[in-house]
């Protein structure tokens, strides 16, 4: 069955990088888009970025354009999110997910933003 | 493009609820629209995917729905049990995007 672990979240300070990675089993991964999204806590979920099932395009929330940066690796059956200049507002649990199908998630990874 | 939710639902158990899930434009219909379930403290689950399809293990007693005349997607939860209480979330297709509704709490009291 499709099963989605995330891993690389924790405390961060303000301005620091940090990367986040998904590690993706199950189905053929190099042949769906893969999406990451995240929830303040207590608040909903936000669409965070996109990247296409060969990686040749990626999308991105305004909220995060031009500090983060979607990749993936289909030799590896891996997605990754590679945060930049976090602020705190970007406090949250990341989750990736699969588009198409049945869009299952992964069971999040929390990152906290603070100094 | 916004998707709008009620804030809360509340009905008793073994009745039937039903959650709306309104675009502010274009037509509804023409992109597929999920349905996630959220229950505290856990990860997002799709209850429904595609508009009506229902993923293995999901009880037959969620539906999906499509009406076009009032833009708007539909949850249904028949027979409902309190392990239904939940945070329930729409999605549907931007440009390029995933857009959210604001989510709906669930209370079966």
């Known amino acids: ?115 | 493009f916004m998707l709008t939710q009620p804030h809360s639902v509340s009905e008793s158990p073994g009745k039937t609820v039903t959650i709306s899930c309104t675009g502010s434009s274009g037509n509804i219909a023409s992109k597929y629209v999920q349905w996630y379930q959220q229950r505290p403290g856990s990860a997002p689950t799709t209850v429904i995917y595609e508009d009506d399809e229902r993923p293995s293990g999901v009880p037959d007693r969620f539906s999906g729905s499509i009406d076009s005349s009032s833009n708007s997607a539909y949850l249904t939860i028949s027979g409902l049990k309190t392990e239904d209480e939940a945070d329930y979330y729409c999605q549907s297709y931007g440009n390029n995007n995933w857009v959210f509704g604001g989510g709906t709490k669930l209370t079966v009291l």
């Not at chain 1, 672990?5 to 620091?16: A, C, D, L, Q, T």
């Not at chain 1, 806590?41 to 031009?66: M, Q, R």
Request: proline share 3%; aromatic share 12%.
């Open chain 1, 1 to 115: 069955q499709v099963q989605l672990v995330e891993s690389g979240g924790g405390v961060v300070r303000p301005g620091r990088s940090l990367r986040l990675s998904c590690a993706a089993s199950g189905f053929t991964f190099s042949s769906f888009g893969m999406h990451w999204v995240r929830q303040a806590p207590g608040k909903g979920l936000e669409w965070v970025a996109v990247i296409l099932f060969d990686g040749s395009n990626k999308y991105y929330s305004d909220s995060v354009k031009g500090r983060f940066t979607i990749s993936r690796d289909n030799s590896k059956n891996m997605l990754y999110l590679q945060m930049n200049s976090p602020r705190p507002e970007d406090t949250a649990t990341y989750y990736c997910a699969k588009d198409a199908g049945r869009r299952d998630w992964g069971q999040g990874t929390l990152v906290t933003v603070s100094s």
